[in-house]
Structure formats: C-alpha cells, structure tokens
C-alpha cells in the first residue's frame, strides 16, 4: 500500500459521518442508537457527525424490520450515498427481522435487501454495543478492504 | 518579487491561512463539545487536532456525484468559488505586520463585498443543484442576507468612521496611535453587533436556518458529494478565520502589542492569533448557548433591533468623532 492510499486509509477511518434510517422500527433502537450521540457515551470522539444527507454520509445505519414499504426507499437512499460507503443494521429486527420474522409484509433482514458490513443484536440495541461495533467497522476499514 | 510570490503562498498567505482555519474548527468543535460536556474528536491526532484536516482529506476521495438534474456548470463552479472569494478576503488581514498581504486604502469595503458575494454563490450553489430541499435552503440563505449584511456593513463602518479610515492598517495605526482598542468605548455596541451579524454570516447556530438539519436535510448543501461538499466545509472555516480575525483587527487591535526588536513579524502573528482566537471564543460561546431561530424572527429581529441599534450606534460615533 502506498502512503497517500494509507493515508486515505487511515482519514477515512477518523471521520465516519453517519447516516440514520429507520425502516418501520419500534423507535427503541433509534433512541439508544441516538444516544451515543450524547455526553455519556459521544461517539464524536471517534469523529463521527450525525448528518442529515445521504449524499454526505459515509455509514447507513439501519433500525427496524425491513417494510414491503420501506424498502424501495432504503435502496434509494443506499443509492444516494456516495463511494465508499458501509452499512450497519442495528437492532434484531434490522439483522434477521427478529418478532417479524415470516411476516407477510417484512423482509428476513436488511442483508436481504442491501450489502451490510456490521450486525449488532439486541432488542433495544445497547449504545455501547453500536460503539463497539462502529468500532470495530472502522477498524475493518483501515486495516483491510471492506 | 519571489518574496512577495513566497508570501502570498506560504506566510502569511494561502498555506498558513488553510492550515489555520482548520486549527480553528478543532478549536470550535473541541469547545462546543466540552461546553456540552463531551469529549469532542480526539482519536485523530493528539486531542484530535488533525480531525478537520481527516475529514478534508476523506471527503476528497469519496465518489463525485453530480445528480441528473442539477446543472453542471453552477454545480462546478460554485464550490470553486465559494472558497475563492473568502482566501482572497483573509489575504487583506494584517496577521505579519501592519500590512496585509495586499493593503490600500478602501479594502474593508472589498472584503465585505467579497463576504456578500460569497453569500450569493452559495445561493446559485444552491438552486444550481436543482432539490427541493437545497431550493428552500438557498432562497433562506438570501433572505438572511437581507437581514444581517446592513447590520454588518454599519458595524464594521463605525469602526472606520471613528478612526477616520477605510483600510484595515490605517484603522489598527490609529488604535496604535490612540493606545486603546476599538473596543474601549462606544464601538463595544459595534461589537456585540459584529459577533451577531458574524453568526448569521456563517450560518451557525442561532442562525443555521439556511442548513437547518432538521427541517430541510442540510438545506443548500443537500446535493454536494466529496470534494465538492469538502470545498464548502472548507469555506465555512475560512470564513471562520476571516471573520474572527476581522473582528480581532477593527476591535481588538489586531497585531498589535509589546514588541520585542528583531522578532516583530512573529510577535504580530503571535498576537494576533492570540485575539481571533479571543473573538472565535466568544462566537464558539453563541454557538453552545443558544437555540436555531426560524426565518422570519431572524428577519424581523435584525430589523427592529440590530438595524435601530447599528444606526444608532452610527450617530453616536459620529457625533464623538
């Protein structure tokens, strides 16, 4: 690897801007995914910037079952987002499609619809466990190709 | 003529400006977040002081996306020009000397006019792009300009009409000569003036209604992908140095100070970055304590009360002057 590529590399690693979408969820894991955005856990440290574009965004990060609904819009605002960019599904209903799972209107999991680079479980997820697993994206994105 | 090629590039000129107002942003994302009681950026770099410049240098490697329906050449142009017109703004400041890099008789007047041509590109960037959201945003952000660029103008002309000149050196000469700071006096009014219409300027809270994130996704700004959107981020920190280091120069004295013979140069620059980072405080300080307006109160606010006030505080200079 070159050092300019290292050095994007390691850039890109220091500034995820996130995007959040909520895809038909309970409002639970939003709210605690919302919360690592305060005192207690803030996950600018990182420097992260919660943005409101997708066209300015580097990480999708996904809450809820994936709608019959939601999920032309998800592919659209998936579209939208710039090159390089990474998903995350929070919460259990975004990774499987938790309590709705084989429901007629869900989808079994946002991997179904989009790639995704990071699962986290929990239902509500827990704001340590969105840190850790930003944690270890970024990590993914500085040392190997995602 | 190398020297003046040399300072135009590298000190006090293009490099040392853009490196600047990146140290500012950290300063003012770094504070705002410790007023916030949080930690603010600090994985990049020691306490996070190269986070502007990580975030500059990945938002120019990202995919440019330039939408279908947005037109080509306003979308290229703008963000070109945006950052243009404040560099050229910062290059009038006196950070070495008395002098700025370029300096006669009459460029405050320039560097307010650049500031409002500034505004202006960011409305053509705005409509150039052809989204609804960025249309509101940018016909929010000229409406703005209506309201807080008389304010501004005024303010900025007390300082010249109280000390009798239309240039930068001759406004910090005369502060030289009378051995106080602008400040000192009647133009603390001018100041407090300044820092509002400044806000406004910037488009920071309590007047980011222009990028209002809440209501119109990130207003003008919506469409702008990689180097574009990091062209306009760069904007915004230029204009952070120009205006703080604007406000350091009218009412702070600018580089001015005890000098020590031989080391003048870097004395200056010392002390007058010592005192726009003052002034970035305080406009750091507005940002944490206050709430966004909606449009029509910036409007009506800075008509009723900024706009009496600046033409009062006109009358006031011009009758001890």
Known sequence: ?146 | MIWKILEALIFPGAVFILTVSLFYEWIDRKLYARLQNRVGPHLAGPFGLFQPAADFIKLLSKEDIIPAAADRFLFTLTPILAPTLILLGCMFLPVAGLNGIVSFNGDLIVIIALMSFCTITIYLAGEGSNNRFASIGATRAALQLIGYEIPLTLALLCAAISTGSLSLRGIVEAQMANGTWLIAGPQLIGFAIFVVASQAEMERIPFDIPEAEQEIVAGWSVEYTGRRLGLFRLTKDLELFLLSGLGATLFLGGPLGPLIPGLEPLLHTIYFLAKSILVLIVFTLVRTVFARLRIDQMISFSWKYLMPLAIFLVIITEVIA
């Not at chain 1, 819009?73 to 799972?101: D, H, L």
């Open chain 1, 1 to 146: 690897m070159g050092l300019v590529a290292r050095l994007v590399r390691k850039c890109r690693a220091r500034s995820p801007w996130i995007l959040l979408f909520d895809t038909g969820a309970c409002n639970a894991c939003d709210i605690e995914v919302a919360a690592c955005l305060t005192p207690r856990y803030d996950v600018e440290r990182f420097g992260t910037l919660l943005r409101g574009s997708p066209r300015h965004a580097d990480i999708l990060v996904v809450t809820g079952p994936v709608t019959r609904q939601s999920r032309d819009r998800i592919i659209r605002i998936y579209e939208q987002m710039p090159e390089p960019k990474y998903v995350v599904a929070a919460g259990t209903c975004a990774t499987s499609g938790g309590v709705y799972w084989g429901c007629y209107n869900t989808y079994p999991g946002l991997d179904s619809v989009i790639p995704v680079h990071a699962y986290v479980s929990g239902c509500p997820v827990k704001p340590e466990a969105v840190l850790m697993a930003l944690s270890i994206l970024l990590e993914k994105i500085e040392k190997v190709e995602v």
